[in-house]
Each structure stands twice: as C-alpha cells, then as structure tokens.
DNA sequence: AATCCGGGGGC
DNA sequence: GCCCCAGGATT
C-alpha cells in the first residue's frame, strides 16, 4: 500500500479502538486522574494542566504534589497571598502560570467554575490546549487537545513533516472518540510520551503501528520536522547583594522577564554600556554605597542567556529573610557567590 | 505566524 | 550543545 492510499483509508473507529484498548491496558496512574473517567475533579485538573504547561510529567509530579497540599482547593488558592503561590511554584519557571493560577482563582470563587470549553478559555492562563483538557477530563465535553505529544503522534501517523497548529487540531477533532472524549484525550498524550517519543519512538509495541506512515518510511523520527527556534541572546545585568545568603534586600522583579518574583536588587545594562555605569544607576537607585564585584553568574534560559555582574553594596534598606521569598535560579546563583568566596578565601574551593 | 516566557531531562 | 516538554499571551 502506499503513502497516498494509507492516508485516505486510515480507518478511524479502528484506530480509536485500538488506541483506548492499549490505554485501558497501559495507561498512566496519575495524580490528577482521580475519580470518574470523564467527571474528574475540575480543581485538580485545572492544576494540574497548567502545571504540565512546558514541564515534563516526571518534574510535575513534585511540585503537584506540594501545590494541592498547600492550596486543597480553589478557595483556598483564591485566599491565599499571591507571594505564598509564587513560593510553591519557585524553580517552576514560566511565573505567570503561578500569578494567572491565583488570579483566575479568585474570578471562580467569584462568579463559579465553568463547566464549558468556553467557559474555560475566559479564564486567564488558559489557552485552547487547557480548556480543551478541562473540559473532556472533568466535564466529558468532546473537545479534542493539542498539545506536543498530539502534533508528534499525528504527524508520525499521518506523515506529515511540517504540521501547523490548524492541521493538527484539525485531525485532532476528526479522531477524537466523542464516546470517551476525556480517556481518548489521555490516550494520545500517553502514547506520545511513553511510546511515541520524539527520539527513539518504541514501534514495535504502538497500538497504531499498522497505520502509521512515518513508521512505514522507516524514519519516524523525522516526524515532524524540528522546529526553527530564535537565537539565544546575552543580556547584560548588574544585581547588588546588600546583606547575606541569609538576609539581604530584595525587590520585586517588574515586567514579563521572572515577573513576580523577588530578587537582588538589579538594572539591565544598555548595549555596549559599561558595568560601571550600571551600577552607579541602580545604587543611585537605591541609595546604596556600591563595593567589591563579588562576581559573575550566567543563567541560560530558552531564548536568553543572563550575564550577571554582583556586585556587594551597602545601604540602610530593610533587608528581609531570604528564604521565605520566591526567587528564581539566578538570584539563587547570585546569593551563593558569597559562600563561594568564603570557601576560595579560606582555600576550600 | 513569530516571539517571548524558565528550568530541567535526556542524549 | 541540542531538542524537547500535557502552552499561553502578545505582537
């Protein structure tokens, strides 16, 4: 058979079968998926899906974990500080989920859980991929996800190296079990991150083998194609450490880069300008004596690489308990640079 | 459609 | 190093 007849005769009520039996069988025990296929726990899942944005399941299962035990429920998320939130999420990454979490907590306390796909997708940090997931899992609504495992099974099964984002929900939706909207939704993305993975995909146990083209080329992993990604860009910064691991000032992080977070008081340094220059701007800033540059931290994240001069300063600003601030990897760098000194000092290295 | 937003796993 | 991860918001 070849490539053009496969993909129009993919049989589909036979694909769903067989997707659903190999879930039924080997599906993933998670924590999330307590209580009725179909009618789970919209509080949980909400959480859970946001958490899963980006993160790996292995990785999400800790934080998952201490977040429900913090927050049980959406009410007490809602009454919660907002700092107290960004602490459960601190070395999570992508801030903002931390920050719509509790800002959407508080518009259902107030106006009620939405029980729709739509309902869902009016609430803020809550795209097409969480409504999608909210809706199926909790409410049995038949909306079919798209996430990164979906794209990479279906462009395999399909054998289509360049999906877009329409094709994909598009195929999506014509295979989706409108049956069992929530377990086939489940059944795709454990198949995609147990079998179906992006390197080395185990064919030879897919339930869907017989009609996958990608496997039929013999290459399925160049389905899809990687995608382009932009550059890493440097961006230059100064921090000043007033205090010590322990105690030191602190400020809140403005603006989209680690929004919401605390951190050592810092500016960014213009193209070409010299440290110097910045850290007379940010200890004019702060009414602070600037010292010795204690060194130099760099933080690599997806599309920025941070290059961080700390500098120590002295000043008569409060200085407040570390560690119960939520901070980000870097500003955890930036404070150990002291012990490191301590330890170069006295020749422990 | 592109770009930005963290941090880590796995190779 | 590179690619990827149960994506969303913004432009």
Redesign the pocket.
């Known amino acids: 058979m070849n490539a053009a007849l496969a993909q129009q005769a993919l049989p589909i009520p036979a694909v769903q079968q067989a997707l659903l039996t190999w879930f039924d069988q080997h599906g993933?025990a998670?924590p999330?998926?307590l209580g009725e296929e179909g009618a789970r726990d919209p509080y949980r899942v909400w959480v859970?899906?946001?958490l899963?944005?980006?993160?790996?399941?292995?990785?999400?299962l800790v934080y998952y974990e201490r977040f429900l035990t913090a927050f049980p429920s959406v009410e007490a998320l809602a009454e919660a500080p907002i700092d107290a939130v960004l602490k459960a999420w601190?070395?999570?990454?992508?801030?903002?989920?931390a920050r719509?979490l509790h800002k959407a907590a508080g518009m259902m306390v107030a106006g009620g859980i939405p029980s729709t796909y739509a309902g869902w997708?009016a609430?803020?940090?809550?795209?097409?991929?969480?409504?999608?997931?909210v809706a199926s899992l909790a409410f049995n609504e038949g909306r079919a996800?798209?996430?990164?495992?979906?794209?990479?099974v279906l462009a395999r099964l399909y054998g289509e190296r360049l999906p877009?984002?329409?094709w994909v929900q598009a195929r999506a939706d014509a295979l989706l079990d409108l049956s069992r909207p929530g377990a086939f939704n489940?059944a795709v993305?454990?198949l995609?991150?147990t079998i179906c993975t992006?390197?080395?995909p185990r064919c030879k146990v897919c339930p869907l083998a017989a009609w996958c083209e990608a496997r039929a080329s013999g290459e399925p992993t160049a389905f899809?194609?990687?995608?382009?990604?932009?550059?890493?860009?440097d961006v230059g910064a100064v921090a000043v450490l007033i205090g010590n691991e322990q105690h030191a000032v602190l400020e809140r992080r403005e603006?989209?880069?680690?929004?919401g977070?605390m951190g050592l008081p810092s500016e960014l340094r213009e193209p070409d300008e010299a440290g110097a220059k910045a850290l007379a701007r940010l200890c004019a800033r702060l009414n602070a004596t600037p010292g010795a540059l204690l060194g130099t931290v760099t933080?690599?994240?997806?599309?920025?690489r941070i290059v961080l001069d700390v500098y120590a300063a002295q000043s008569g600003q409060a200085r407040t308990p570390v560690q119960d601030a939520a901070?980000?990897?870097?500003d955890h760098k930036a404070l150990g640079l002291l012990a490191a000194r301590r330890g170069s000092l006295f020749g422990v290295e």
């Open positions: 993933r998670l999330w998926r859970a899906e946001i899963l944005q980006q993160t790996q399941v292995a990785r999400g601190e070395g999570c990454g992508y801030y903002a989920r719509n997708l609430l803020p940090g809550v795209g097409p991929y969480t409504a999608a997931a996800v798209n996430d990164g495992n979906v794209r990479r877009t984002e329409p489940e993305m454990d995609g991150a992006p390197k080395a899809p194609a990687p995608k382009v990604r932009a550059a890493v860009r603006g989209a880069l680690l929004g977070l933080h690599s994240m997806t599309h920025r901070l980000s990897r870097l």
